[in-house]
């Protein structure tokens, strides 16, 4: 048992690192779509913390202006903190049914969004008004879930930034929201080092799974794999939502 769940994990983050490699995105979303049906979300999220936080802070520092979205991002990332820590409950209560469902809820949204919805523009005007509201609404969702595309991805997508930059802001915010999570996991003390110790394992098919990605991303279509990506996640999770009914 010990055997298949390593074997388990490391073939989980090595293709969630692939996804990461070849869109810029995806590692937590795959990681807790493979992960969170199979196990707990509870445990999903806890075997989640490390390989996402060292992926999205080698993302983070290899952009250029760090500084300046710091700046300009400064409230929606206050605004994860706290809708996270405070969403947290719903994972850290480890009722798996109605994370699970939660979860595919997530899944669903996120694949349908991006696959049928039109891209959005954020004026200058409207973003200090947004930024903290989908911030919270990202928090909750993450701190709930385990997963942190919705909204801000779509929000940050809108924002038309230039692509080095939006890259590094996507990492960012996906720095954020893993911090907050174990911060809310362990203020519940559903956190356990033994977990940690197995999520740690973990960065090592991740780093891989992203270094393969990356050479791979000049060889097929990013907007093709991606497509399939979504449709993939939207068959999970749709199976995932789909067991509270029944």
């Known amino acids: 048992m010990i055997d298949f769940s390593i074997a388990l994990v490391v073939a989980t983050f090595f293709a969630a690192g692939l996804v990461k490699g070849v869109s810029g995105m995806g590692l937590p979303t795959v990681a807790m779509g493979v992960l969170g049906g199979l196990i707990s979300p509870l445990a999903a999220a806890s075997l989640l913390l490390v390989p996402s936080f060292v992926t999205n802070v080698w993302q983070l520092f290899a952009g250029p202006n760090l500084g300046a979205l710091l700046r300009k991002l400064w409230p929606m990332m206050l605004a994860i903190v706290a809708g996270t820590i405070t969403g947290s409950f719903l994972l850290a209560g480890d009722d798996t049914r109605v994370t699970t469902a939660a979860l595919g809820v997530a899944l669903v949204a996120y694949s349908l969004y991006t696959l049928f919805a039109r891209q959005l523009r954020i004026t200058d005007r409207l973003e200090p008004r947004l930024s903290p509201l989908v911030g919270v609404a990202t928090g909750l969702v993450g701190g709930g879930t385990g997963v942190f595309v919705i909204p801000a991805v779509p929000y940050l997508q809108a924002l038309g930034l230039q692509k080095d930059d939006l890259v590094q802001a996507l990492g960012l915010s996906f720095t954020i929201s893993t911090i907050?999570?174990?911060?809310?996991?362990?203020?519940?003390?559903?956190?356990?080092?033994?977990?940690?110790?197995?999520?740690?394992?973990?960065?090592?098919?991740?780093?891989?799974?992203?270094?393969?990605?990356?050479?791979?991303?000049s060889r097929i279509s990013p907007s093709s794999f991606r497509r399939g990506f979504l449709v993939a996640l939207l068959i999970l999770g749709t199976e995932m939502a789909s067991r509270v009914m029944f």
Do not use: K, N
Request: glycine share 16%; hydrophobic share 60%.
């Open 180 to 217: 907050a999570l174990g911060t809310g996991l362990a203020w519940h003390g559903v956190l356990q080092l033994d977990s940690l110790a197995l999520s740690s394992m973990a960065i090592i098919p991740a780093l891989g799974g992203m270094w393969a990605g990356q050479a791979l991303r």
